[in-house]
């Protein structure tokens, strides 16, 4: 299994461009969820999904877009990047196999310049 | 509303010492209790979690008791490597959750040589 993986592991965007950051998982999780981290700030939940058509938000969910089509990929959208949006997101995923605990992803690194 | 409250670091230790990281909770009823690491540059991983009261998680020599009449996880390790040089983070799942995890902020260990 290869868990929960995230591309691109960098980016870098320009002021007011949009991008899709991609999240998958391969254990038939049934929910995934963003999160934000920042120095300082520990871990900021952005948008949260308990299974496929599913997705609610969480508590920094301004400025992002999420969906859920299909149980192994919940892509991150965000439509248009400020600098404020600069961080580094990870994608956690959890389920009954999990004891519920959440898995992660290994991160992308954002810059908005 | 259910909290998570961490010691503040960063912790600095010499190599060999004993390590307590101080984990506290506020929650109704029977939360499962999780630790996490982050090492520099990667994703959160589970270090050891426990589901009920006076369970006590362990995993690569750290350990944590479920203390339900202190609402507390404190995670201990007898003898400090610098390999263990990481952040920890406490976090736990309330009985009703549909998997969403509350998150202490995060302690930053430092072990030095």
């Known amino acids: 299994n290869a868990g929960v993986t995230q591309t691109p592991k960098f980016q870098v965007l320009k002021t007011g461009q949009s991008m899709t950051l991609q999240c998958a998982q391969d254990m038939n999780h049934e929910y995934m969820s963003w999160y934000r981290q920042d120095p300082g700030m520990g871990l900021r939940l952005i948008h949260y999904s308990v299974g496929a058509g599913i997705t609610d938000q969480g508590e920094v969910p301004n400025g992002y877009n999420v969906s859920r089509s299909t149980t192994e990929d919940f892509p991150l959208r965000l439509l248009s990047a400020a600098p404020s949006q600069t961080s580094v997101y990870f994608c956690?995923?959890?389920?009954?196999?999990?004891?519920?605990?959440?898995?992660f992803g290994p991160g992308t690194r954002l810059t908005v310049l | 509303g259910d909290s998570v409250t961490q010691m503040e670091g960063p912790v600095t230790l010499s190599e060999e010492a004993f390590l307590t990281i101080n984990c506290t909770y506020t929650a109704t009823g029977y939360p499962s209790l999780f630790w996490y690491v982050q090492y520099p540059g990667e994703g959160l991983q589970l270090l050891l979690k426990?589901?009920?009261a006076d369970d006590k998680g362990s995993n690569k020599g750290f350990e944590a008791t479920y203390r339900k009449e202190t609402t507390s996880f404190h995670l201990e390790k007898g003898s400090v490597q610098v390999s263990d040089s990481a952040v920890y983070f406490c976090a736990l799942r309330a009985m009703d959750s549909n998997y969403q995890l509350i998150w202490g902020a995060g302690t930053k260990l430092i072990i030095k040589p």
């Open positions: 956690a995923s959890s389920g009954t196999s999990g004891g519920g605990g959440q898995f």
């Open positions: 426990a589901t009920k």
